[in-house]
T-cell receptor, first 109, second 116 residues
Framework: GQQVMQIPQYQHVQEGEDFTTYCNSS?????IQWYKQRPGGHPVFLIQ?????EVKKQKRLTFQFGEAKKNSSLHITATQTTDVGTYFC?????????FGPGTSLSVIP | DTEVTQTPKHLVMGMTNKKSLKCEQH?????MYWYKQKAKKPPELMFV???????INESVPSRFSPECPNSSLLNLHLHALQPEDSALYLC???????????????FGNGTRLTVT
């Protein structure tokens, strides 16, 4: 069935360092969404990628969709304590939105 | 602030109880979802309603019974739950496009359920 994998599972960084999480699928994805969930909170939509090779930026966040549409990445430049949380990629297929296992980011001040 | 409202925020119930979780959205979305999330795990899809019709049931046990009375409301009726059903239950909504989803999910704050 559908399944996306994410690495790493956990990442601890010093404030100001960069952070990247990777999302990989064994099958071609129609599109991919990214969500962030703060501790104690609910998932919040960040971005959707649809086109092969697409790159989108939101301030310090850069999202990429692979050329083969089988992988995606989220890169955060110069992390801040407000970036703490779990970042999920999610594959979408008609009515389904299936979340990957997530990468939990800790930022050490 | 979230535009998807879930009640109650917390619920403790015994294994013989019957309770209901409620979700409401006023964004005009026509797809609504129930997810279950255990600690340090991703949200796990349970049910999807599209245009008030159940379109997806991810093999959820019958002790969970969803209901969509209208386009703004979604309920999850609980009966004879087990302690392992304790989790955060998240409701979400989106705008279906008749094919591949290309609109984001908007989540409520969730109901923290404890089964004793």
């Amino acid at each position: 069935g559908q399944q996306v994998m994410q690495i790493p599972q956990y990442q601890h960084v010093q404030e100001g360092e960069d952070f990247t999480t990777y999302c990989n699928s064994s099958t071609t994805l129609s599109n991919i969404q990214w969500y962030k969930q703060r501790p104690g909170g609910h998932p919040v939509f960040l971005i959707q990628l649809v086109k092969s090779g697409e790159v989108k930026k939101q301030k310090r966040l850069t999202f990429q969709f692979g050329e083969a549409k089988k992988n995606s990445s989220l890169h955060i430049t110069a992390t801040q304590t407000t970036d703490v949380g779990t970042y999920f990629c999610a594959e979408t297929s008609y009515d389904k939105v299936i979340f990957g296992p997530g990468t939990s980011l800790s930022v050490i001040p | 602030d979230t535009e998807v409202t879930q009640t109650p925020k917390h619920l403790v119930m015994g294994m013989t109880n019957k309770k209901s979780l409620k979700c409401e959205q006023h964004m005009g979305h026509r797809a609504m979802y129930w997810y279950k999330q255990k600690a340090k795990k991703p949200p796990e899809l349970m049910f999807v309603y599209s245009y008030e019709k159940l379109s997806i049931n991810e093999s959820v046990p019958s002790r969970f019974s969803p209901e969509c009375p209208n386009s703004s409301l979604l309920n999850l009726h609980l009966h004879a739950l087990q302690p392992e059903d304790s989790a955060l239950y998240l409701c979400a909504s989106s705008q279906p496009t008749g094919g591949i989803i290309d609109s984001p999910l908007h989540f409520g704050n969730g109901t923290r359920l404890t089964v004793t």
